[in-house]
């Protein structure tokens, strides 16, 4: 979604008393307003949601947000591949946030169970990185920092919407497809990736320009080994609390078995 060198204009403005409308700092005061804007967004999504549960009002929510998201996306790529704006290495939408967005949307419109499971653990257990280490560098005063945010928003706000208002509960075959799902995305980013020097996926033979978790992973291609399994692994610690609850819920059967009166 954003190049991975930011414009020399850019990068002069930091300088600048108002460089903070024109460079992205992580852990600044804009990253915190972002995340509290976040939040905000998500709590109205969910109460609107939990308020219109069940009635008609809720799939035309579910619809008209569909709808914008997928308007968004549509947007937002043509405009990424415009000729003043077309990156090879980064516009063509390819990373996993372009792909997250499309199935948050779909997996909301039609409820296809394999598109909820992908949301909830690529959507919760990938696509939230981009808050805690976002790779951004333009601020508020370029589009790209609207674009940025508003694709990971849609996408973690749909997960938090499927698994609070929708009882969205994910199992272990939902893990399975999570994982299946993402070897796929491997097999097709990775040759893109080693024939034309890209990083889609974070799985190519560079780094970002930011700090990330990449940086610590070893060399490559290595490291692409090492992010599957942190991948595996990630996905695998959201089904814990479920299999904790379910646990739970088996020893509190056999305790307090049901008694015919």
């Not at 090492?226 to 509190?252: D, F, G, N, Y």
Request: aromatic share 12%; net charge positive; hydrophobic share 55%.
């Amino acid at each position: 979604m954003i190049s991975a060198a930011a414009p020399l204009s850019v990068v002069m403005a930091a300088d600048e008393p108002a460089g903070w409308l024109h460079v992205f700092v992580p852990f600044s005061v804009m990253h915190a307003l972002v995340i509290v804007v976040f939040a905000a967004l998500t709590s109205a999504m969910v109460m609107i949601g939990l308020r219109w549960r069940g009635t008609r009002w809720q799939r035309a929510f579910e619809r008209s947000f569909c709808l914008a998201a997928l308007t968004f996306w549509v947007i937002v790529h043509v405009w990424e591949l415009t000729p003043g704006e077309f990156n090879p290495t980064n516009s063509l939408p390819l990373h996993l946030c372009d792909v997250s967005a499309v199935i948050a949307a779909l997996a909301l419109m039609t409820s296809a169970r394999g598109l909820r499971a992908l949301l909830y653990f690529w959507g919760l257990g990938l696509n939230t990185q981009a808050f805690i280490t976002p790779l951004l560098q333009s601020g508020p005063a370029h589009l790209s920092f609207w674009t940025f945010w508003g694709m990971h928003f849609l996408i973690v706000m749909s997960a938090v919407y499927d698994l609070i208002v929708r009882g969205f509960r994910p199992q272990w075959r939902d893990y399975a497809v999570a994982v299946l799902a993402s070897l796929i995305y491997l097999v097709i980013v990775l040759p893109i990736d080693i024939a034309f020097g890209f990083n889609y996926g974070y799985v190519g033979n560079t780094t970002p320009h930011r700090p990330t978790i990449v940086d610590v992973l070893g060399p490559w291609p290595q490291r692409v080994v090492v992010i599957s399994l942190l991948v595996c692994a990630t996905m695998a610690l959201l089904m814990l609390p479920w299999e904790m609850a379910r646990r739970v819920r088996q020893a509190e059967s056999r305790s307090f078995p049901n008694q015919e009166n």
